[in-house]
């Protein structure tokens, strides 16, 4: 009987990116599913409302670390 020796953590993570995208579960290597369908369609709907609600608060807070970074106020 022939025993695979199963990576370790390390190794996994020395490993080269794959596409899709590779998860270490167990010991075991396994390839994570390309979505597909509906779940895709959700996925890309899902990014951009989140994206929608997020870029307002983004420049908000740049224009606040602008302001703080070029005014300090002696004490």
């Known amino acids: 009987m022939v025993q695979l020796s199963r990576p370790s953590l390390e190794e ?3 490993l080269p990116e794959t ?3 590779s998860e270490f579960i ?3 290597i396994i390839q ?3 979505p597909q369908g509906k779940h895709s369609t959700i996925q890309g709907d899902l990014s951009a409302t ?3 609600i997020l870029k307002p608060h ?3 807070n ?3 670390l602008k ?3 070029g005014s300090q106020r002696g004490g």
């Open 12 to 14: 996994f993570l020395k």
């Open 19 to 21: 596409k899709p995208a």
């Open 26 to 28: 167990d010991g075991q």
């Open 32 to 34: 994570k599913p390309m």
């Open 50 to 52: 989140i994206n929608q």
């Open 58 to 60: 983004q420049c908000r």
């Open 62 to 64: 740049r224009r606040i």
């Open 67 to 69: 302001q703080g970074n």
